[in-house]
């Protein structure tokens, strides 16, 4: 008992005080990407070095000359293949966590209209929630649902239960039943055989509900776009059948995402206008 | 036998083509003298989809660190080995889903990864689970979707009581066709083949990124001879050896967990992160992403950072061991523990287990041990004889002493050469691979041992590319530890095991 009481002194408070103070993240952490605008010419390097096809050409250049293309978070599995193949330094990717929005179109990242690519970025404005989730801001209970994925979302949702992150803390809970969930909290490109377990638990979750999609993979496939065994996640989940009712409230991009960059996405159901 | 060394790509047109039976006395001699099956598969004639195929068993003579190999021309049945060799079983069930080739006489030939409940498919009858009759016998059904963050699976108890006769695991859902996008690759063209492959294997199991990607990479540079910098090992290994002590250090924090021993369960639950954001710096993702290129890494560490590094992996490998002697010592944890969930030697090694758990069992089974991927000394297996719960957790604790032994001092050799900054310039990916070669990387990810398995045809392209994760062999050796155990040791048992779904299923 002494024995357990002396290492207890020796392991300390180690509860970080989220949001309040920000999490210290490797300066080697590949995070929100900023996107430069440049002449891109004939050059397609960027499009033939991304693995899942995260980039889209740029629809609206205003004199027709191709420029920067458009960065889809919710493909992008943040691997820096872009950034190590475009010879003119489009592509940045900051040490900002924070990239969770409400909707699916609010994952494109333009380049930034301003050409002086070395003028320093804008901070970064997170954005607020277009619906009032406020039912949900004192207690959130969420059903997590593994679909296809390979461990590392579900370990870094896993590990906010953890004393580093504390996710109690702010009300926010992973429960074990979805008849006892606000919602459910989505990882994984949804295999064939996840599909049905995938529905009916969203068919068990009381209204009203909410839909979390956490990673790539999630949101859009990620790496397993087109695999014939997935469904591309909620991208191509969404409209098929028995899919009617099935609503995403919250997107968190990543590859897996950060622990940090998943509670900031909870956390920010809460934020007010 | 044509047995050739671990490290050497095989010559193809070397290798006899035998009839099934005579494969099938060869293997089951082998594997009665000491021989362990790495991957037996499915071995298509043309890499065009669809071709005829036919058996291909590779074996490991750990001792000598000899492999060998035995093929068959292509054949649509054959004479199933799993009656006198249980290590066979579970290839041969994927072999007939996979590749069509049905073992006759197989005793338990249903599907691997069709899940049971799968839709779409004409022959979508009830999966048929074994059941145990009785007036006072139930079943237990749990899953695919299970009350924590885990991947899915259906685990079916038949129980008389709290006794349970017999557990069926039942998995498939995390299915993603991964071998089947490994051989597509090479339609993104040249330039995205290789690190295409290589991000998908971080992904066949997340928590075992580096192991994989380590084993993809040591596969290719075997086949086509490139070397590799020991500048390079020794970032691997510092990946490899991290990805170890997270996971550990996690598995162990879970089984306290699951024992009601809370205060190491919640530390180890924050040291595990340390280890894993110490990976983080190395290279920029907690899981180890990126870290590794064919023939190098895409990372590298200046003294200044090896230096923080070692600090901080001290501070963390000694809250850890504080964490988990505290839990090993008391004395209510050492009776969960101990002949909760136990496995005994011949079974383990009948089932052909690997990693911890065959370890745990008494089995010197460690491929840093017995197949090392590099030069650099490594290190002796820590074995216990036991085979329960309590000795799953003691190889762990174990383990984690020598590898932050081994984290440290290549951090110290990393940085003693300064300057020497190469390792992350690693050489352009092959554009082609060698004509009618079988190659093999085995690779300890904490888990157990990881096989990738490379055959080419005559021009060079991928006839197989096998993945075998050590979860493959272990989870039926969880669904025998579970035999005549009580219901409630199921949690503590399968943490004991943490096999991976994603990386059974692919």
Known sequence: ?273 | MFSFDYRQPADMDSLPLLDAAELRRRVIRAVDGGWRMLAFFGLPETARPGAPAGLCCVLAHDATRTLAALRTPPLEQFPSLTPDCPQAHYFEREMYEQWGLEPVGHPWLKPVRRAPDAEGDGESAAYPFYRADGDEVHEVAVGPVHAGIIEPGHFRFQCYGENVLHLEIALGYQHRGLEAMLAAASAYGPAQTTARRLLLLECAAGDSSVAHATAHCVLWERLTGQDVPERAWLLRRVGLELERLANHCGDLGAIAGDTGFLPTSSWNGRIRGDFLNMTASVCGNRFGRGLLRYGGTAHDLCPEECEDLTTRLRAAGRDARGAVDIMLDAASVRDRLNGTGALNRADARALGLVGVAARACGLPLDARFHAPVSDLPGTEPCLEQSGDVLARALVRSREMDDSLALVEADLSRLAARTGARTAATPPAPPSRLPARKLAVAQVEGWRGEICHLAVTDAEGELLACKIVDPSFHNWPGLALAMRNGQISDFPLCNKSFNLSYCGHDL
Not at chain 1, 46 to 53: I, K, L, M, Q, R
Not at chain 1, 141 to 156: H, N, P, T
Not at chain 1, 162 to 172: E, V
Request: glycine share 10%.
């Open chain 1, 1 to 273: 008992m002494l024995r357990i009481i002396k290492e207890r002194l020796h392991q300390k408070y180690r509860t970080l005080d989220y949001p309040r103070q920000k999490p210290a993240l490797s300066p080697r952490y590949l995070g929100r990407p900023t996107l430069a605008n440049v002449e891109c010419g004939d050059c397609r390097a960027c499009f033939e070095a991304c693995p899942t096809g995260a980039l889209l050409p740029d629809p609206a250049g205003p004199d027709g000359r191709a420029r920067t293309p458009v960065l889809d978070m919710g493909r992008c599995i943040f691997c820096g293949a872009c950034r190590a193949a475009c010879p003119k330094g489009a592509f940045r990717f900051s040490g900002e966590h924070r990239m969770a929005v409400f909707r699916r179109e609010d994952l494109l990242v333009s380049a930034a209209p301003d050409p002086q690519a070395d003028a320093p970025a804008p901070a970064y404005e997170p954005p607020f929630p277009p619906r009032d989730y406020s039912l949900f801001r004192r207690s959130l209970k969420l059903r997590q649902v593994s679909a296809g994925g390979c461990g590392a979302c579900e370990a870094d949702c896993n590990v906010l239960g953890t004393l580093a992150y504390d996710l109690g803390r702010f009300g926010i809970e992973f429960v074990a039943s979805p008849r006892h969930a606000d919602g459910l909290l989505l990882t994984g490109p949804v295999s064939e055989n996840m599909r049905r377990a995938l529905l009916d638990t969203w068919a068990a979750t009381p209204k009203p509900r909410l839909l979390a999609v956490v990673g790539a993979c999630a949101i859009s496939g990620g790496l397993f776009r087109d695999s014939p065994q997935c469904r591309n996640g909620m991208d191509g989940l969404k409209g098929t059948q028995g899919t009617d009712d099935l609503h995403v409230d919250l997107f968190v991009p990543g590859c897996p995402p950060n622990p940090w960059s998943i509670l900031d996405g909870l956390l920010s159901l809460r934020r007010k206008n």
